[in-house]
């Protein structure tokens, strides 16, 4: 089974830019679908972005969609969340999840916080 490590939060101003990461170890990204989910103080946790691993295609929040790009790359194994013209509204604890199509996400991260300051 796939273990997840997210890094690369921190506190940003608004407008700013954050890249996180999601590292798998244990086993390859290859054939998993990975995505970002994020949970803001007293809300629920919410879909942010999502990547196809074997087939590329990508899926978006609608409140993020033309500010966050979700990526992978296979050499490193890794999954990238690029986070730019971030809002205030965009602070949150970022978790990565993985699974196959179809079975919904069964691995997590530990999350990782991000704060924009407006």
């Known amino acids: 089974q796939v273990q997840l490590v997210e890094s690369g939060g921190g506190l940003v101003q608004a407008g700013g830019s954050l890249r996180l990461s999601c590292a798998a170890s244990?086993?390859?990204?290859?054939?998993?679908?990975v995505a970002w989910f994020r949970q803001a103080p007293g809300k629920e946790r919410e879909f942010v972005a999502a990547?196809?691993?074997?087939?590329?295609?990508?899926a978006y929040a609608a409140s993020v969609k033309g500010r966050f790009t979700i990526s992978g790359d296979n050499a490193k194994n890794t999954v990238y969340l690029q986070m730019d013209s971030l809002k205030p509204e965009d602070t949150a604890v970022y978790y990565c999840?993985?699974?196959?199509?179809?079975?919904?996400?069964?691995?997590w991260g530990q999350g990782t916080q991000v704060t924009v300051s407006s």
């Open positions: 990547i196809d691993w074997s087939g590329g295609s990508t």
């Open positions: 999840a993985a699974g196959f199509p179809g079975s919904g996400y069964t691995t």
């Open positions: 244990g086993r390859t990204f290859s054939s998993y679908s």
